[in-house]
């Protein structure tokens, strides 16, 4: 396909409904970055790189920004479920779309079981039950809801998100109430952690790198919003503004929450270990912090678990619409819901948290590991697609409704960026198992796929030879 001005693969079995609309796709995208691992892992990040974070944050959220507007520029000129999978099968061949499509679905059945390990040890330790009939519960009700219809993923969703957005807000109201010295019975204020705990940057370079992989992955999930919006009246109107309000509203988050954290509580402090976000408030000296994390925690969980869900079911959809993946993904009901690839998505996850449990921990390690790594195989595919189909639409002189400015420069960047990124990977302890089962895994998946692709173009000469 030459151009960007391509329409959906035809589905298989039969349409995705079109019940999310724009508002609905804009809190879906945020909801489904803020999860637990922002609340929980942060602390990870900032006893890694110190007050430094924030130059990791920062690095990271350019590169998303790019990677992001470069994935607006594709959606809004061809909206489709499968999003980059099927950008990459249009610029590259099947086999691009088919190793990112699995990639990319193999990353959230991985996300959902984690996500429910979070949840089902909080409540399992709150009601005394245990922890994997909790996660194991908490999945299939988010099943049984993605399944009813997109109108009710949507509208939990939204609540969702909306519960961790205003969160979020009032925890940086009270961190600069309490930076400025205006909070009454905080034991800490000013900013003075960011230099006085050993300097800016305690741990170097290999510091800041090392919270680099974890702000990466932190910001994984803006990329929903293209997949969300194939399900609405007006797509390509939807991903425009989605996009435009996402990227500035996530930066706002995620730098303003770590700059009160940095800014109030020492990056070395013993409290860290308990959660960036609940050393913050008991230094603030908010009652119940422990509580309250917790619960916004839970309410995270479940909304990433519900947009996981989602993600999944639709990518499994769009590789079975393409003859990737199993043809009954491709049925939908007459909501116009891919139940078929909903349940296979979450049967998946269930078997891991299962898993989690009863296996040695020596089976399950390198797999979890796969996921920051696919993140930014991920975000390598995306700008490769890009320049691809970019040069072709100016070929066709075909005009484009959202245009990444400097082209094809700053495209180029990205692509070096992260290629440098996933070899300096290999130097940073901790992340050479990642790189590994990772390249193991990607490298298994385009060998497959360029089989397929050539018994593709067997049969067709074949064809055209009878």
């Known amino acids: 396909m030459s151009t960007y001005n391509t329409q959906e693969t035809p589905p298989v079995g039969g349409?995705?409904?079109?019940?999310?609309?724009?508002?609905?796709?804009?809190?879906?995208?945020?909801?489904?970055?803020?999860?637990?691992?922002?609340?929980?892992g942060s602390a990870s990040a900032i006893s890694a790189a110190g007050p430094a974070v924030l130059v990791s944050f920062a690095i990271a959220a350019v590169m998303v920004i790019l990677v992001m507007t470069m994935l607006g520029e594709l959606a809004t000129a061809n909206p489709?479920?499968?999003?980059?999978?099927?950008?990459?099968?249009?610029?590259?061949?099947?086999?691009?779309?088919?190793?990112?499509?699995?990639?990319?679905?193999?990353?959230?059945?991985?996300?959902?079981?984690?996500?429910?390990?979070?949840a089902s040890d909080i409540l399992g330790g709150w009601l005394g039950v245990p922890s994997m009939w909790v996660g194991a519960v908490m999945i299939a009700l988010l099943t049984a809801t993605n399944i009813l219809s997109v109108k009710n993923f949507g509208t939990l969703e939204y609540w969702f998100s909306l519960f961790k957005v205003i969160t979020i807000l009032a925890f940086i109201a009270l961190g600069l109430a309490a930076i400025f010295g205006l909070l009454p019975g905080s034991t800490t204020s000013g900013v003075s952690h960011l230099w006085i705990d050993g300097g800016f940057a305690p741990t170097g370079g290999k510091g800041i790198l090392a919270a680099l992989v974890l702000a990466m992955f932190s910001f994984t999930g803006m990329e929903i919003v293209t997949i969300a919006a194939a399900e609405s009246p007006d797509p390509r109107t939807s991903i425009r503004k989605a996009i435009r309000s996402v990227v500035w509203r996530m930066v706002i988050f995620y730098f303003g929450s770590i700059f009160v954290i940095v800014s109030l509580v020492a990056w070395n402090a013993p409290a860290l270990a308990n959660g960036s976000f609940?050393?913050?408030?008991?230094?603030?000296?908010?009652?119940?912090?422990?509580?309250?994390?917790?619960?916004?925690?839970?309410?995270?969980?479940?909304?990433?678990?519900?947009?996981?869900?989602?993600?999944?079911?639709?990518?499994?959809?769009?590789?079975?619409?393409?003859?990737?993946?199993?043809?009954?993904?491709?049925?939908?009901?007459?909501?116009?819901?891919?139940?078929?690839?909903i349940?296979?998505?979450?049967a998946a996850s269930l078997i891991l948290l299962v898993a989690n449990y009863t296996l040695p921990q020596a089976v399950l390690v390198p797999l979890i590991a796969t996921i920051g790594t696919i993140a930014l195989v991920m975000y390598l595919v995306i700008a490769i697609s890009h320049v691809i189909l970019r040069k072709r639409a100016i070929a066709s002189g075909e005009k484009l409704l959202v245009k990444v400015p400097f082209f094809p420069v700053l495209s180029y960047i990205t692509i070096a960026?992260?290629?440098?990124?996933?070899?300096?990977?290999?130097?940073?302890?901790?992340?050479?198992?990642?790189?590994?089962?990772?390249?193991?895994?990607?490298?298994?998946?385009?060998?497959?796929?360029?089989?397929?692709?050539?018994?593709?173009?067997?049969?067709?000469?074949?064809?055209?030879?009878?």
Do not use: C
């Open 343 to 346: 349940f296979y998505s979450s």
């Open 417 to 466: 960026f992260i290629l440098v990124f996933l070899g300096l990977m290999a130097f940073v302890p901790g992340h050479q198992m990642e790189l590994g089962v990772s390249a193991v895994l990607s490298l298994m998946l385009v060998v497959i796929g360029v089989y397929l692709q050539r018994r593709d173009a067997g049969d067709a000469t074949v064809m055209s030879r009878g």
């Open 80 to 118: 489709d479920t499968g999003s980059f999978s099927t950008y990459a099968q249009q610029a590259l061949g099947r086999w691009a779309g088919f190793s990112i499509g699995w990639l990319y679905w193999w990353f959230y059945v991985l996300v959902i079981p984690l996500e429910a390990i979070v």
């Open 278 to 341: 609940q050393a913050t408030l008991e230094a603030m000296n908010i009652p119940a912090a422990a509580t309250i994390v917790q619960t916004v925690i839970l309410v995270g969980v479940a909304s990433t678990l519900n947009s996981a869900i989602f993600t999944a079911s639709r990518m499994g959809y769009s590789l079975a619409s393409r003859g990737d993946a199993p043809r009954s993904w491709a049925k939908t009901t007459h909501n116009g819901v891919p139940r078929i690839s």
């Open 15 to 40: 349409k995705l409904s079109k019940g999310l609309n724009s508002r609905q796709i804009t809190m879906i995208s945020i909801g489904g970055v803020i999860g637990a691992g922002f609340f929980v």
